[in-house]
C-alpha cells in the first residue's frame, strides 16, 4: 500500500514563495504528481516527477527524491487565485495512484 | 490533449434509486481508468479501477454490488451506484491517462451526487 503525508494547512503573503512537503511510504513507487483543487471542482494536473530533481514550469516548481521518500511543491510568486487545496500523490503499484491528505494553502494580502 | 469528460456533474436523486455516471476520454484511449471518492473536505479515495473488457478491481471497503462499473469500450467507463442511500452522497470523480506506465493521471470534473 501507500500512505502520503503533507500538511493540512499553509499559509501565505501573496507575492511570497510557499513550500508544501510531502513524504510518502509506498510499494513499487514509480513518481510522484501533485494536483490543485479550488473548492467545489475537479484535482486539475500541476507537476510529475518520476526521476529526482527539480521540475519547472512558471511559478511552480516541483521536487522529488526517492531516496529520502520525500518531494516538495514550491509556489512562487504567490497570487491570490492560488488559494486552493494541493494534493501529492503517489504511483505505486499497478499503477494505483494515492493521494495525501491535501494541504489547504491560504494566500494573504 | 489527455482530456477526460464526466457526466452529469451534479445529480439529485431519492433513496432507493441508481444513479449512473459516465467518464469518457476524449483525445486518447484508455485501457484503465480510476474512480475516485471525495467526502467534504476530505482527500480522493480510490474506489476501483476499471479495465476495459474486464471486471473491475475494487479496493478494499468498496461494495462491488453496489457500485457496478462497466468499461465497454477504450474511451467509456460507466460508475453505477445502485439503491443510493443519503450516505452515498459525495463527490464522484474519474481519471485516466494516456499511457500504461507511470504518466500522470487525468482527472474529470467530477460528479456531485445528492441523494434524498
Known amino acids: 500500500g501507500q500512505s502520503l503525508e503533507q500538511p493540512s494547512e499553509v499559509t501565505a503573503v501573496e507575492g511570497a514563495i510557499v513550500q508544501i512537503n510531502c513524504t510518502y511510504q509506498?510499494?513499487?513507487?514509480?513518481?510522484l504528481s501533485w494536483y490543485q483543487q479550488h473548492d467545489g471542482g475537479a484535482p486539475t494536473f500541476l507537476s510529475y516527477?518520476?526521476?529526482?530533481g527539480l521540475e519547472e514550469t512558471g511559478r511552480f516548481s516541483s521536487f522529488l527524491s526517492r531516496s529520502d521518500s520525500y518531494g516538495y511543491l514550491l509556489l512562487q510568486e504567490l497570487q491570490m487565485k492560488d488559494s486552493a487545496s494541493y494534493f501529492c500523490a503517489g504511483t505505486g503499484g499497478y499503477q494505483k495512484v494515492t493521494f495525501g491528505i491535501g494541504t489547504k494553502l491560504q494566500v494573504i494580502p | 490533449g489527455a482530456v477526460v469528460s464526466q457526466h452529469p456533474s451534479w445529480v439529485i436523486c431519492k433513496s432507493g434509486t441508481s444513479v449512473k455516471i459516465e467518464c469518457r476520454s476524449l483525445d486518447f484511449q484508455a485501457t484503465t481508468m480510476f474512480w475516485y471518492r471525495q467526502f467534504p473536505k476530505q482527500s480522493l479515495m480510490l474506489m476501483a479501477t476499471?479495465?476495459?473488457?474486464?471486471?473491475?478491481?475494487?479496493e478494499q471497503g468498496v461494495e462491488k454490488d453496489k457500485f457496478l462499473i462497466n468499461h465497454a469500450s477504450l474511451t467509456l467507463s460507466t460508475l453505477t451506484v445502485t439503491s443510493a442511500h443519503p450516505e452515498d452522497s459525495s463527490f464522484y470523480i474519474c481519471?485516466?491517462?494516456?499511457?500504461?506506465?507511470?504518466?500522470?493521471?487525468?482527472f474529470g470534473n467530477g460528479t456531485r451526487l445528492t441523494v434524498t
Open positions: 481519471s485516466a491517462r494516456p499511457t500504461a506506465s507511470g504518466s500522470p493521471l487525468h
Open positions: 516527477n518520476a526521476l529526482d
Open positions: 509506498t510499494s513499487g513507487f514509480y513518481g
Open positions: 476499471s479495465n476495459e473488457g474486464s471486471k473491475a478491481t475494487y
